[in-house]
Nanobody, 118 residues
């Protein structure tokens, strides 16, 4: 059974910070990698950050140096620490598992809304 439950979103001013959490079922968390995606209004869903089960991380150029992905393999929880937030970071944020590089599960959670605005 696939479980993906995101939380931690909200309204924040430009320059502020948020930390997102994603609780996943154990079977999902043991996949090749876990990742954060986001979808802004009128745009396609895009990859934000990836953390493999081996400990490697990768980021979209737009968030490098501002966002940090991490995972707690005991709690089956994925995190996204977002600092220096910009209005263009406004989106619904989702987590998902990668069965192999770049290939997600078909199921998605409900996502968590992040709004960056003054």
């Amino acid at each position: 059974q696939v479980q993906l439950v995101e939380s931690g979103g909200g309204l924040v001013q430009p320059g502020g910070s948020l930390r997102l959490s994603c609780v996943a079922s154990r079977s999902v968390f043991r996949l090749y990698a876990m990742a954060w995606y986001r979808q802004a209004p009128g745009k396609q869903r895009e990859l934000v950050a990836v953390a493999t089960s081996g400990g490697s991380t990768n980021y979209a150029n737009s968030v490098k140096g501002r966002f940090t992905i991490s995972r707690d393999n005991v709690k089956n929880t994925l995190y996204l620490q977002m600092n220096s937030l910009k209005p263009e970071d406004t989106a619904v944020y989702y987590c998902n598992g990668h069965v192999r590089p770049g290939v997600t599960l078909e199921s998605w959670g409900q996502g968590t809304q992040v709004t960056v605005s003054s």
